[in-house]
């Protein structure tokens, strides 16, 4: 009965550091350029319970599309695997406040992410009005 209790426990707690190790985020940095110096924001990535990682995006004053030159009508976020051409992952709106989010699920794990200026939201290769750009490496 005794080996049972102790049984269990380290089950338990091996139950609870296989959650956390899936739960853990990494956290990349943005770096801008010049087509808006003051763009900054993060990249959260965590793995789901498929082995996927979670990406999560946080950005902050980041210009209306409408005020860049060129002007442009969004924003896109990119992921290109190396060797690889870049793929859109979809559309991130930016609030009044030039916030925005952006969160997608891939099965990559070393990838560079970036954002564009687009005029159009299905695009299938990136304009050249990068704002935003970071690596993860999982």
Request: with cysteine; hydrophobic share 35%; charged share 20%.
């Amino acid at each position: 009965m005794r080996t049972n209790r102790f049984s269990s426990l380290g089950l338990v707690c091996l139950g609870i550091l296989m959650f956390a190790a899936l739960g853990w985020a990494k956290t990349y940095h943005f770096a801008s350029t010049k087509v808006d110096p003051s763009a900054k924001g993060d990249v959260d990535v965590s793995k789901d319970k498929n082995g996927n990682e979670v990406v999560s995006l946080r950005v902050e004053h980041l210009a209306k599309p409408t005020m860049l030159t060129p002007p442009s009508t969004m924003y896109v976020v990119w992921f290109q695997q190396p060797g690889s051409d870049p793929e859109n992952e979809g559309q991130m709106k930016i609030g009044d406040d030039l916030r925005g989010q952006f969160k997608a699920t891939t099965p990559l794990h070393s990838f560079d992410i970036f954002v564009t200026a687009e005029t159009d939201p299905t695009t299938k290769t990136p304009s050249d009005q990068v704002l935003l750009q970071a690596r993860v490496q999982e």
